[in-house]
């Protein structure tokens, strides 16, 4: 098994706490609406959200299966698994999300997501893909601040 890492990092105005609960806690509910194109449901197969919950991520070009490992609510802290479906392919054997969500003293945040990708019988992995996935998840953390914003500017009285 071939193991290939990427790591980005992402400086968000939103703060830790409130783009945790957003994308990590509130992900099935806050997802498929800040990412309608992309997300349609995510659904808990399995758990209480916490570790060895087993959640379905269902989209237009197919479904993924992932396992969330640790939570830590506190520290801003995940770590999940993605065990099936259409994101691993023919390559991949699973793919093993972390990210940290560190407050910044002007309120918003640093997400830092690091990525390792287990290939099959030590199968190479183009950069392109890893690039990729790299500028989806950073568009989708954008699109999530998008649509936190897009609440609170509408929830507010004049």
């Given at each position: 098994m071939g193991v290939y890492t990427s790591e980005i990092e992402h400086v968000s105005p939103i703060s830790a706490a409130k783009l945790f609960k957003a994308i990590i806690l509130d992900g099935p509910t806050i997802l498929p609406k800040a990412l309608p194109g992309i997300v349609k449901s995510v659904e808990i197969i399995e758990g209480d959200g916490g570790p060895g919950t087993i959640r379905k991520?269902?989209?237009?070009?197919?479904?993924?299966?992932?396992?969330?490992?640790?939570?830590?609510?506190?520290?801003?802290?995940?770590?999940?698994?993605?065990?099936?479906?259409?994101?691993?392919?023919?390559?991949?054997?699973?793919?093993?999300?972390?990210?940290?969500?560190?407050?910044?003293?002007?309120?918003g945040c640093i997400v830092k997501k690091t990525t390792k990708y287990y290939t099959k019988n030590n199968q190479t992995l183009d950069e392109k893909y890893l690039k990729a996935d790299d500028d989806a998840t950073i568009a989708s953390f954008k699109a999530v601040e998008d649509f936190l914003w897009l609440i609170l500017i509408t929830t507010k009285s004049p």
């Open positions: 991520f269902t989209s237009a070009k197919g479904y993924s299966i992932n396992e969330i490992e640790a939570i830590d609510k506190e520290k801003y802290e995940f770590r999940n698994n993605v065990r099936e479906g259409r994101k691993l392919g023919e390559n991949l054997e699973k793919i093993c999300n972390e990210y940290k969500m560190v407050q910044r003293k002007d309120g």
